[in-house]
């Protein structure tokens, strides 16, 4: 097909996708319409070489297949293109947001030409996947330690992958991955740097918040994700104010909210500068930047990045 449209969540798996459809082939120009437009896109993919060889475009970003906005001019050029596609052209659109059918550029590639949709992958095809990996390098490893590795990844696969890989470099050669070395190794910094960012931002730490923030990136943590443990944090220290306005003792506070009491002396600690509007204020704050970037109205970690700005100034 000359016109693909795939959309997924997962690098790796997008990834895996593109090399079927490129193949062997060298000839491919990749695009990032959040830096280049579609203009820039289409007029590439016009271009015919000498030697007429087949070339392949690659367009990360196109998130206007589903809940990104287009402009009226993009949607005419796209829908001309789409009726004169490039005999010697494949373009290959990558969206990482819910496709959204109803739009007449979605459905018509969807109807003419291919749409790729990748799910996430389940828990237990994350499991297999790494362990055939492990397998397939010759690495011996219990079911256990994957499963570890697959749990303290968030159930991610692009996370988990990346645990294997460390853990195949460190081991340098193949042999038996000891559990023990897998739970040293595997990032405990992905939960650990999630709580070590809560903190960070509850405690106005605006370097540490952006710096913490950038290793999540890097991560590929899901910034949803983040803003739960966000408002879960945030949350708890506004019911623990409340309560305590309501000059309510602290094994009362204990019983009501089921904290341990190492829970509550950690809370009682970050609540101290904050007032009871503040706390109701940035929660407010964190279920509109939720629902903005669940309905592809911003940029993910640009609208977490905003929000640490406000909260730590």
């Not at 931002?201 to 966000?230: A, F, H, R, Y």
Request: hydrophobic content about 40%.
């Amino acid at each position: 097909m000359k016109i693909n449209l795939i959309s997924g969540e997962s690098y790796l798996l997008v990834n895996e996708k593109i090399n079927d459809i490129v193949g062997l082939s060298k000839n491919v120009t990749t695009f990032d319409l959040s830096q280049s437009t579609l203009e820039d896109v289409l007029i590439e993919a016009g271009y015919v070489s000498m030697f007429e060889e087949e070339k392949y475009i690659v367009i990360k970003n196109a998130n206007f297949f589903g809940t990104d906005k287009i402009k009226d001019s993009d949607t005419d050029i796209l829908l001309n293109y789409f009726e004169h596609p490039s005999d010697n052209t494949t373009l290959i659109f990558i969206c990482s947001t819910k496709l959204d059918l109803r739009k007449k550029i979605t459905k018509i590639v969807k109807d003419k030409f291919n749409l790729i949709n990748i799910p996430n992958l389940k828990y237990y095809e994350i499991e297999n996947r790494a362990m055939e990996t492990f397998k397939k390098n010759g690495f011996k490893i219990e079911t256990d330690t994957v499963k570890y590795l697959v749990q303290n990844s968030l159930n991610n696969f692009d996370l988990t992958m990346n645990e294997v890989e460390k853990i195949m470099l460190f081991y340098n050669e193949p042999g038996y991955v000891k559990y023990e070395d897998a739970v040293n190794i595997a990032a405990k910094s992905i939960n650990t740097n999630n709580f070590l960012f809560v903190d960070a931002v509850v405690e106005g730490d605006l370097e540490k918040s952006l710096e913490l923030l950038n290793d999540l990136k890097i991560m590929k943590v899901e910034p949803t994700i983040i803003l739960s443990l966000l408002a879960r944090d945030f949350r708890i220290m506004l019911q623990i104010k409340t309560l305590q306005n309501e000059e309510k003792r602290e094994y009362e506070i204990l019983s009501e909210l089921g904290l341990q009491d190492w829970q509550l002396n950690k809370y009682l600690n970050k609540i101290f500068p904050f007032k009871i509007k503040e706390l109701e204020s940035i929660l407010i704050k964190i279920a509109d930047i939720d629902l903005s970037i669940k309905t592809g109205k911003v940029d993910k970690y640009t609208a977490l990045e905003l929000f640490i700005l406000d909260v730590c100034e």
